[in-house]
């Protein structure tokens, strides 16, 4: 079996290294993660009860001699500077600048593909800009790369959350966005049975609640917007992991709880949950929707052809010619897309009533 060697960069609690281990399944291919890193210490505490390796620290202070040979780079870089419930100053955010720690890892080390992931919002932060230039930068690198905003809930995930995702490629590859929508889960699938008192709200903000909407016989999400408008769906509005305790309440009586959130992003019920209730609500608020990661991934690995390494490193000497013909497309690609944005319509999975 071929073993492939990746590194989990901002790794938090592990929703990419999920992914990646579901994608290499799938694949019939062995993963071996090599670095993992994150800065956060109870992350790190949830990380290594989980996958038995404490991640290393800050990634500014790993120097590249240090950083281990990898065929993927994965990183979920830190969506505040260009979240919409952030301050939004994107590179002038210190934070910010941790993409290029990214960026440098790439340009040592060319490993033969990354998957970057961050918030729907960097897509039209500062006009677009932010991204232009971060794509700008991962091509002068030499990279083929491609981009796209993704939802959970076309994935069978209850839980609206879109988010974009970056995929490039060190040589020309056959890589196709996933496509296939998913039907979505139940949520009464996901609900915890006898949940404990400490996660209903007071009863002054739940009579307040029901005052407005009133519960129906299938399981729902209230979300309760900044201006205080109240709605209910079948599935949870994006996880934040800052927002406030009463952001989300399943039938407007309690909060969500720490494996139902875990659950909402898509991870195992094997996960162990060593942390606070506050600190795993941050965790789950902060990490990827497993699933969509592992179908890219998935399409990536294809897109690779790794069942014949030879197949994918060979003829390089043909690659300038390779490399002029996809500059051409991409560009033509591009054009495409505004051409054709009037007709475009968003499907999303369905929803049960």
């Not at 903000?205 to 399981?219: H, Y």
């Amino acid at each position: 079996m071929m073993k492939v060697r990746y590194i989990d960069l901002f790794c938090g609690v592990g929703g990419f290294r999920y992914a990646m281990q579901g994608a290499a399944l799938k694949n019939k291919i062995k993963a071996e993660c090599v670095l993992s890193s994150d800065i956060d210490p109870d992350c790190q505490r949830a990380y290594a009860e989980n996958f038995g390796e404490k991640p290393t620290g800050d990634i500014h202070n790993i120097p590249p001699e240090q950083i281990p040979d990898h065929d993927i780079l994965l990183a979920g870089f830190p969506c505040q500077p260009f979240s919409i419930i952030g301050s939004r100053k994107g590179f002038e955010d210190a934070r910010g600048t941790l993409f290029f720690e990214i960026a440098r890892i790439l340009e040592q080390k060319r490993p033969k593909m990354f998957v970057l992931e961050n918030v729907k919002l960097l897509a039209g932060h500062n006009n677009g800009k932010t991204l232009a230039r971060i794509i700008e930068a991962l091509r002068e690198l030499g990279y083929f790369v491609d981009k796209k905003i993704l939802n959970a809930l076309d994935f069978g995930l209850p839980q609206r959350r879109e988010r974009i995702f970056i995929v490039g490629f060190r040589l020309p590859a056959n890589f196709s966005w996933p496509s296939e929508i998913k039907p979505m889960k139940p949520l009464r699938e996901l609900l915890e049975k006898n949940v404990p008192k400490k996660f209903y709200a007071s009863k002054y903000i739940r009579e307040k609640r029901i005052s407005k909407l009133k519960p129906t016989s299938e399981p729902t999400i209230w979300h309760e917007n900044k201006s205080g408008h109240i709605s209910a769906y079948p599935y949870s509005c994006a996880l934040r992991a800052g927002a406030s305790y009463n952001y989300l309440l399943v039938n407007g009586e309690r909060r969500l709880t720490p494996r139902e959130m875990l659950r909402l992003q898509g991870f195992p019920d094997t996960f162990k949950i060593v942390c606070s209730d506050n600190q795993a609500r941050k965790q789950a608020g902060n990490s990827l929707p497993v699933p969509v990661a592992e179908a890219v991934i998935n399409q990536a690995i294809k897109a690779c052809s790794w069942e014949n390494v030879s197949g994918y490193e060979a003829n390089v000497k043909t690659r300038p010619s390779i490399e002029r013909q996809m500059a051409l497309f991409e560009k033509r690609k591009r054009y495409a897309k505004i051409a054709k944005t009037k007709n475009r319509r968003k499907i999303q999975a369905p929803v049960p009533a």
